[in-house]
Each structure stands twice: as C-alpha cells, then as structure tokens.
Nanobody
C-alpha cells in the first residue's frame, strides 16, 4: 500500500489543522492505520492509531483529548484532526499502515508514507 500524508502547514498556537493520508494499492480496509511524528533531534513518537473498521482508536498521552483519528474506507483515507495545537506539536507527521491490531510501536508498521510538516507558532 502506498501512502502520502498531506495537509501540514503553519498554524498559531491554539489553532487547528487536519491532516489526511490517502492510500492506494492493496486493500486499505485490512490495515490498522497510525500517525507518528518526529521533531528535530527527537525520536519518532506515536501519535495515534485506528483499527481497520474505525471502531477502536488509540492515542499517545501527549495528544490525548486534542487529536482525533478517523478513517473513510470508501475513500481509502485516514485523517488526523488536531485541535488546541501547541508549539511542542511542531514536527513532521507520518502516516503508516499496520497488520497488527492496536499498533503503537514503530516496528509494528509495515508501510510508511512521506511526512508532512506541521509548524505551530507561539
């Protein structure tokens, strides 16, 4: 499956942004989908994941209550709605696909897309 994260940009602190990740190739609905982010000089961090059906979602502690993952299997797309953004949310955001249920670890993902940069100004 091929993935491409998009929708990044510059936003002020407290603002919102929505990322999308359209997929092509293999059957999208068979995969759990996740978002990770990586800030300069830091390790890649788990943001959240959603099950193949969309019935279960999982979030990292730093974004819980502010970010929401959703998916549209008819459009082969996963989205990340980011609200109440903070400067520490500044990073390159990546979407990824996994054959594991509830994947939170980097090495549980099989496919990765190119990242999209999110910059939150203070």
């Amino acid at each position: 499956v091929q993935l491409q994260a998009c929708g990044g940009g510059l936003v002020q602190s407290g603002g919102s942004l929505r990322l999308s990740c359209p997929a092509s190739g293999s059957t999208f609905s068979r995969y759990s989908m996740g978002w990770f982010r990586q800030a300069p000089g830091k390790e890649r961090e788990f943001v959240g994941a959603i099950s193949w059906s969309g019935g279960s979602t999982y979030y990292g502690d730093s974004v819980k209550g502010r970010f929401t993952i959703s998916r549209d299997n008819a459009r082969n797309t996963v989205r990340l709605q980011m609200n109440s953004l903070k400067p520490e949310d500044t990073a390159v955001y990546y979407c990824a696909a996994s054959e594991v249920l509830g994947p939170r670890k980097y090495d549980e993902y099989n496919y990765w897309g190119q990242g999209t940069l999110v910059t939150v100004s203070s």
